[in-house]
């Protein structure tokens, strides 16, 4: 929780901006896991060049994207048994994109814990969903960074 915010969005546009030298597409996507799902929908919010962001279960009560700022639509992937990243907050975060007039996805897989998509946490993970997940990721990514 003691994330420094203003290092945090040098760190990003910095690496927004090296990535987009040896980008093959006008358009970055971005995706983070947990606290870095929510610095990859910050990215999206702050850096021009992230043309699609997608969130693995990631809030951070101190960061706060301006969503009116979003330069590409977010897919966001939530568990439903996640104490701390609930599904209400997942809907709030939808709420707050499709408020601020930019496309948002959400989806809540069932039966699932906060860091489903982790292989290596075996109190977690789960295939299933993390399969399904990823396959959403790249849909995501290919229809909105051509």
């Keep these: 929780m003691a994330l420094n915010i203003a290092q ?12 987009a030298g040896h980008s093959s597409t006008s358009k970055l996507g971005a995706v983070g896991f947990c606290m870095g799902g929510q610095l990859a929908l910050f990215a ?13 279960y990631g809030i951070h009560p101190n960061v706060k994207p301006d969503y009116a700022k979003l330069a590409g ?7 439903e048994k996640d104490a701390f990243v609930t599904p209400e907050t997942a809907r709030g ?9 930019k496309s948002v996805s959400i989806h809540v897989y069932p039966d699932v814990d906060h860091a489903f998509f ?10 299933a ?10 849909a995501h990514f290919a229809a909105n960074l051509k």
């Design 44 to 56: 999206g919010t702050t850096n021009p060049s992230i043309g699609a962001v997608v969130d693995f």
């Design 118 to 127: 982790n292989d290596e946490r075996p109190d977690a993970y789960n295939k």
């Design 93 to 101: 975060v939808e709420a707050a994109i499709k408020k601020a007039g």
């Design 8 to 19: 945090a969005e040098r760190d990003l546009a910095g690496a927004a901006k090296f990535l």
């Design 73 to 79: 639509p977010v897919l966001g992937l939530f568990a």
């Design 129 to 138: 969903a993390a399969a399904d997940a990823w396959t959403r990721t790249l």
